[in-house]
């Protein structure tokens, strides 16, 4: 193609670019129009609300951000396609169309979209031409074409890919959608029914993978999906703040997004367990205990009821009412439906008396009535009584002999003595050694974090939770079994995307093998599927952290990186704190993000210090401050990108917890550009 060729179409190609974003202005303008008229339009206030409430969703869905391009491919079809023969198909973030509903712009989500991830020289899939645009700042500066009809594929070796690929980071999370290669499009692709578990190492995109994928089932089964919900956990707030712009980038503006503290918040935590209870309490035995603990609260009727009506005066006997509480304990419902099956059974039973003596139906006021009736309330509080979650929960840690018997042959004295606050052997007037301070009350005590996750599940063995149509679950190896459960109740009758990878698991109770986890969020059968070459991260960076993997005893392949740019530095400094502050101000000379990680207790020292010198920083939590710097500690980095990395001390990020190398592979990791190591005690072994 001549240069004066190539001028003519970068100049058309502008030009519908222009045209686009001019259609989705007035597709924004006509919506909002909607929005203002919709309650004049509308037959009745419920049908006003309900067209308002689209609406406005649909004006967020059109927003334009003029810095992020509406389209970044392009799709020639050739003359072999049947039913798209000598078309052209621009691909973007979202469907845009012209006045006459005619497609400037297609859905990255859209099935004729699916070759523009797919087609290859091998399997053109009808494609004669594969276009790939380059932008600056929302400026379309270059295009790329690959001729699959003849052959011609660049595939990792495409310059605008490999830019886009390589772009600096600052801020948020971006979309992938430029860069979604094959074996990642087949996850995001995949149907609604399947659960699927990403092993993704480093750098190979699988959080990407799980926000596109919701954004990819939202598009095919909006409606569906907008009545049941569509979820996404991360392992924190810094971590979700940082993914928080994707979703919308894409134009789905309705998912919530939560921590796994989010889910099962039910009471405040304002007490710490020591770790040795808090691993208890996350096992999965104490699931079985919080069963046993809810049946032990069904009893037998031990006397018939009489219950006054009037002049009348109905009695059920032993029989009919054992009955009941047999028939309703054998249905398996969550105990507060049975309490109020077991209710209307009993009205039922009068009811029946009722009508063969008056030879007519009682009234809805007489059934309420007698559900409320003294001898009723009375038998339903001795066989089947009220209980709530943290009400059970407090029994138990305040009752050695009712934990005693439910926990019989699942947990040992030693740790019954655990969860009870107190040391295995005698302690001085019964008293607590930390954890959980009990109050005289449920609403007195003062909870832990693993407590809530205990209440969350009595919750669920009490009511059924709301559910969602489709769970994503980012930095899954660090669930515990019982926070697996709590997922697994909200998504009961829906499916997950699970995404972690074991070799970055850093919590006492961290995933060592994935089905395990499957198992308790209740899709044994999801595929276990392994990402393991990476795009983001430089292949010197996940060679230095490769080092470390022997070490962490967990099968899962090594990294690989298609890389091969970045840099590694590993230096020895006599002054940490000066060392980094002169580290972060050479970074500073190149594009792009700078995280400064460190172990927690030295993170206020590093940030003082970069203060002093003048270099202003911000917090994890800062996804949309100005500063380029972020000093984050090492416990809150997992899932997070910067450009360039400064890792301080790596000794003592190591030695702050027990599975420190976990957390060192986690930290390593963190680069997209260059990594500096700078360390005054000796590094950990297996890097040396």
Same mark, same amino acid.
């Given at each position: ?536 991260? +430089?292949? @010197?960076? &996940? #060679?230095?952290?490769? *080092?470390? %993997?022997?070490? !962490?005893? $967990?099968?899962?392949?090594? =990294?690989? /990186? ?87 001390? +790596?000794? @003592?990020? &190591? #030695?702050?917890?027990? *599975?420190? %190398?976990?957390? !060192?592979? $986690?930290?390593?990791?963190? =680069?997209? /550009? ?15």
């Amino acid at each position: 193609m001549s240069l004066t060729e190539l001028d003519t179409d970068l100049h058309a190609e502008r030009a519908h670019l222009d045209a686009s974003r001019a259609a989705l202005r007035r597709m924004r303008e006509r919506a909002e129009a909607l929005f203002a008229t919709g309650d004049r339009v509308a037959g009745d206030a419920y049908t006003a609300e309900q067209l308002g409430r689209h609406m406005a969703r649909r004006v967020k869905e059109l927003a334009d951000d003029p810095t992020t391009p509406l389209f970044f491919g392009r799709l020639d079809f050739g003359d072999r396609d049947p039913d798209h023969a000598g078309r052209e198909y621009h691909v973007g973030r979202r469907h845009v169309t012209d006045d006459l509903g005619e497609p400037l712009v297609l859905d990255w989500r859209a099935p004729v979209s699916r070759s523009f991830y797919r087609a290859s020289a091998r399997d053109p899939q009808g494609v004669a031409v594969r276009r790939r645009f380059g932008f600056s700042a929302g400026t379309l500066t270059s295009f790329e074409d690959e001729h699959l009809d003849r052959g011609e594929e660049l595939g990792t070796a495409s310059r605008i890919l490999t830019a886009e690929i390589e772009r600096p980071r600052v801020g948020p999370m971006r979309d992938i959608v430029a860069t979604i290669q094959p074996e990642q499009d087949e996850l995001v692709r995949a149907d609604l029914a399947d659960s699927i578990c990403v092993q993704g190492a480093p750098g190979t995109g699988k959080t990407a993978v799980g926000l596109h994928r919701a954004a990819y089932l939202l598009y095919l089964h909006r409606e569906r999906l907008r009545r049941s919900g569509v979820l996404i956990v991360g392992p924190n707030r810094a971590f979700l703040s940082y993914i928080a712009a994707v979703l919308p980038a894409l134009g789905e503006v309705e998912v919530a997004q939560a921590t796994v503290e989010d889910l099962v918040e039910r009471v405040p935590v304002r007490a710490v367990d020591p770790p040795a209870a808090a691993t208890l309490k996350h096992d999965v035995r104490m699931a079985e205990v919080l069963r046993r603990a809810v049946e032990a609260h069904i009893g037998d009727p031990t006397e018939p009821i009489m219950v006054s009506d009037g002049s009348f005066r109905w009695r059920i006997g032993l029989d009919p009412l054992h009955r009941v509480v047999t028939e309703t304990r054998a249905e398996g419902l969550p105990y507060a439906t049975g309490r109020e099956r077991v209710r209307a059974r009993v009205v039922g039973l009068l009811q029946r008396q009722a009508e063969a003596r008056r030879a007519e139906s009682p009234s809805d006021v007489w059934l309420r009535r007698m559900g409320k009736a003294a001898p009723v309330t009375g038998f339903l509080d001795a066989v089947w009584p009220a209980l709530t979650p943290d009400g059970l929960l407090h029994t138990l840690l305040t009752d050695p002999d009712a934990l005693a018997t439910t926990a019989d042959g699942l947990l040992t004295a030693d740790e019954q003595a655990l969860l009870l606050g107190r040391a295995p052997g005698p302690v001085p007037n019964g008293s607590r050694t930390g954890g959980t301070k009990l109050g005289r009350t449920p609403k007195a005590t003062r909870w832990t974090a693993a407590d809530a996750v205990l209440i969350d599940e009595a919750a669920g063995l009490l009511e059924r939770p709301a559910g969602f149509g489709h769970v994503v679950v980012d930095e899954a190896q660090d669930l515990s079994p019982m926070q697996c459960r709590a997922i697994a109740r909200r998504s009961e009758h829906g499916s997950i995307t699970l995404l972690g990878d074991l070799a970055q698991g850093t919590a006492p109770w961290a995933a060592r093998d994935w089905r395990e986890s499957l198992a308790h969020l209740g899709k044994p059968d999801a595929a276990v599927v392994p990402l393991s070459v990476g795009f983001r991260v +430089p292949a @010197a960076v &996940v #060679a230095f952290a490769n *080092r470390l %993997l022997p070490a !962490l005893a $967990v099968d899962v392949p090594p =990294a690989e /990186s298609l890389r091969r740019d970045g840099t590694l530095d590993v230096r020895t400094v006599d002054d940490l704190v000066a060392a980094t502050v002169a580290e972060v101000r050479a970074a500073l000379a190149h594009d792009g993000s700078v995280g400064v990680i460190a172990a927690d207790d030295t993170v206020d020292r590093i940030r003082t210090a970069l203060a002093d010198a003048g270099v202003p920083t911000a917090t994890a939590d800062d996804v949309d401050a100005a500063e380029r710097v972020t000093v984050v500690p090492a416990t809150l980095v997992k899932g997070l990108e910067y450009d360039h990395v400064v890792v301080v001390e +790596p000794a @003592a990020i &190591v #030695a702050a917890e027990p *599975r420190g %190398l976990h957390r !060192l592979y $986690v930290v390593l990791t963190r =680069a997209v /550009s260059r990594l500096a190591v700078l360390h005054h005690a000796p590094l950990p072994a297996p890097l040396g």
